[in-house]
C-alpha cells in the first residue's frame, strides 16, 4: 500500500509512560510508581468535577450537547468574550490540529521557538509543510521577527510558558512579534499553563480577551493541567469570531464526549480547586530549586507545574531517566528534543520525596 508521503517525514509523537507499562515491565507495585512526567496535576481534579462525571455515567447512551452550550457560557464568562468566539477541542491539541489544517499545505512554513511542544511540528508535518525554528528555546523577539521577515510563514507559535522548557514570554514581548506580523500570518498564543505563569508574575499575563483585537491571532487553553482534566481531554481556542467559524468547518461532530463535557463545566465552576492545585505546587517547586542548587545543576526558572533540569556533559540525561524508570519514578527525557535534560512534573510532597531520593541516588 501507498500512503501519503508526508508520513515518512513524522516521527510518531511519544507520550509519557503511563504507570501500567512501568508495572508491567518492572514489576513495580502500581503503588509504588510515581509519574512525574506528563504534567498532570498531582491532586487530582476537583470533587465537584468528579460528582458531575458520575451524576452523567447514565447518560452514556446519548450523544452529547454538541453546541456545547453551557460550556461555552461557562468559559465566556470566565474570559469575558463571546460564545462565537469559542472553539472546544478533544484536548487544546484537537484545535491545534484544525489549525493546522485550516491554513497548511505543502508550500507553507511554520515559524516556533527551538525547543517547544512537538505537536506543533508534526501537524505540520502532516500538512507537508516546511518547519522553521529561531535559535532559542526562549521566544526572542529579535529571532522572531528576523525569520518571520525572512520567511514569511503561514504560522507563528508563540508557547507561552514553554513546554518542555519551562519559561515563559512577557506580555510585553509577546505583543512585540504579534505587532510584527501582518495579517496573512496566524499568531498561536498557546497557554496551556498560563494559570501558573499568571500566578508567579502578572507581567506574563496573556488573557483571551488581550488578543480579540487582533484579526489573526488565536489563544489556545486546557483544562489538563491547572484544572485537573487530563484524562477528560477538554481544551479551547478563543479568536474573533470569523477565524473560529473557519475552524469549525474541519470539527468532526460530537468531538467532546459527555463525560468529558459535564466535567470540564463543573470545572468552572470550582476556581478554589484551582488556586488550592497553584498553591501547592508554588510550595513545592522550591524545593526542586533547592535540590538542583545543593547538587549543582542547572534548572530553568520554571513558570509551570513542571521544572527542567539541565545536565552536565559528565552527566546523561537519557540514562538518569532511564534508572529513574527502573526504580518506578517517570520522568521526561529532553534528549529527543536535543537537550541533555530532563522534564519533571512538580507533585505532591511525598512524590517529590521519593524523585529526590531516587535521583540523588542516580547521581
Ligand atoms: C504547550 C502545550 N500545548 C498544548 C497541549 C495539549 O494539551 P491538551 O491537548 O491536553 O489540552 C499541551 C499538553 O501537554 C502543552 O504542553
Do not use: W
Not at 30 to 46: Q, R, Y
Request: net charge negative.
Amino acid at each position: 500500500m501507498r500512503f501519503n508521503k508526508v508520513l515518512d517525514g513524522i516521527k510518531t509523537y511519544e507520550a509519557g509512560k503511563p504507570i501500567e507499562l512501568v508495572v508491567r515491565e518492572y514489576g513495580i507495585k502500581p503503588t509504588d510508581v510515581v509519574k512525574l512526567a506528563s504534567n498532570e496535576n498531582p491532586i487530582g481534579t476537583s470533587p465537584k468535577v468528579t460528582q458531575a462525571i458520575i451524576d452523567n455515567a447514565t447518560k452514556a447512551h446519548l450523544y452529547p450537547d454538541d453546541s456545547m452550550f453551557e460550556l461555552k457560557d461557562a468559559l465566556s464568562k470566565r474570559f469575558d468574550v463571546n460564545s462565537d468566539q469559542i472553539i472546544i477541542g478533544a484536548g487544546s491539541d484537537q484545535v491545534l490540529e484544525f489549525i493546522s489544517r485550516a491554513l497548511l499545505d505543502e508550500d507553507s512554513t511554520i515559524l516556533t521557538s527551538a525547543v517547544t511542544f512537538a505537536m506543533y511540528d508534526i501537524y505540520a508535518k502532516q500538512m507537508g509543510a516546511t518547519i522553521i525554528k529561531t535559535p532559542s528555546y526562549e521566544h526572542k523577539v529579535d529571532e522572531f521577527v528576523e525569520l518571520y521577515n525572512k520567511h514569511k510563514p503561514k504560522i507563528v507559535y508563540i508557547c507561552t510558558p514553554n513546554n518542555p522548557t519551562g519559561d515563559a514570554t512577557s506580555k510585553e514581548d509577546v505583543f512585540k512579534i504579534i505587532d510584527a506580523v501582518d495579517s496573512d500570518t496566524l499568531v498561536v498564543v498557546d497557554g496551556a499553563y498560563m494559570e501558573y505563569a499568571s500566578s508567579k508574575d502578572g507581567r506574563y499575563l496573556i488573557t483571551p480577551k488581550d488578543i480579540l483585537e487582533y484579526e489573526n491571532v488565536i489563544y489556545l487553553g486546557t483544562f489538563s493541567k491547572a484544572y485537573g482534566l487530563g484524562g477528560m481531554r477538554v481544551g479551547y481556542g478563543i479568536a474573533n469570531s470569523a477565524l473560529i467559524s473557519q475552524l469549525y468547518k474541519l470539527r468532526p461532530p460530537f468531538n467532546i464526549s459527555t463525560l468529558s463535557l459535564a466535567a470540564a463545566i463543573a470545572a468552572c465552576g470550582d476556581e478554589e480547586f484551582v488556586q488550592e492545585s497553584i498553591k501547592l505546587h508554588f510550595e513545592q517547586i522550591t524545593r526542586y530549586e533547592e535540590f538542583a542548587k545543593a547538587n549543582n545543576i542547572e534548572y530553568i526558572d520554571s513558570y509551570t507545574n513542571f521544572i527542567t533540569y539541565i545536565f552536565a556533559d559528565t552527566q546523561n540525561s537519557s540514562h538518569i531517566a532511564s534508572e529513574l524508570l527502573q526504580k518506578g519514578v517517570i520522568v521526561r527525557d529532553l534528549a529527543s528534543y536535543g537537550m541533555n535534560a530532563i522534564r519533571i512534573t512538580v507533585g505532591t510532597a511525598k512524590q517529590n520525596d521519593r524523585l529526590f531520593e531516587e535521583l540523588a541516588k542516580v547521581l
